[in-house]
């Protein structure tokens, strides 16, 4: 068996800090696509729960800083996809009028894309892309995000947002998510 000897260690100094991730850096439309995704191996999945309230998720979305959260099902497998698009949107109004409810009572699964409907793309396939290819997928999907699964989908790996990419590009990247009324073109406006 090898043995292995300890490491020197002194006291931390006393005014000390956390360490905090650092800032995706600037990048150019030839750079590996990579550089632009968010690798949930390194970053923890923003959550909710199927049962939750829209109410509780836009709050989580609100905390986390983001615009879309995984549902995860009791059994830990990706039940759906939920989005600022869904909440602030068409689909809150249609389910309360159909369903005679207010909206605080509208739960996650009542409007959330289920699993069934998600589309990813291959791990394998973005290691060849670039961020130029991210860009012209997203535009060409009219989304703000996109999935990438690894394990022949069975595993979520990381995630494309329009916002970040457009950050870290330093230029607008402009997507055209199709909206189904008035209500979606407003919201959309407003963000």
Do not use: C, W
């Amino acid at each position: 068996m090898r043995v292995y000897s300890p490491l020197p260690h002194a006291l931390l100094a006393a005014n000390a800090r956390v360490a905090q991730p650092s800032a995706p850096g600037r990048v150019s439309l030839d750079d590996p696509a990579f550089s632009v995704m968010t690798d949930l191996r390194e970053v923890s999945a923003a959550t909710t729960r199927p049962d939750e309230t829209i109410d509780a998720a836009q709050a989580v979305m609100i905390r986390r800083g983001v615009r879309l959260l995984f549902v995860i099902a009791r059994d830990g497998s990706v039940a759906g996809v939920i989005t600022t698009t869904d909440l602030l949107g068409e689909k809150p109004v249609r389910f309360m009028q159909s369903r005679g409810v207010a909206h605080a009572d509208i739960l996650v699964e009542d409007i959330m894309t289920p699993a069934s409907m998600l589309e990813a793309l291959s791990l394998l396939d973005v290691a060849q892309m670039r961020v130029g290819h991210i860009v012209a997928t997203l535009k060409e999907s009219g989304r703000r995000h996109l999935l990438v699964s690894e394990e022949n989908g069975r595993r979520v790996r990381g995630i494309f947002s329009a916002s970040q990419v457009a950050r870290q590009l330093g230029m607008e990247v402009q997507t055209f998510e199709v909206a189904s009324s008035f209500a979606e073109i407003e919201a959309a406006l407003v963000r």
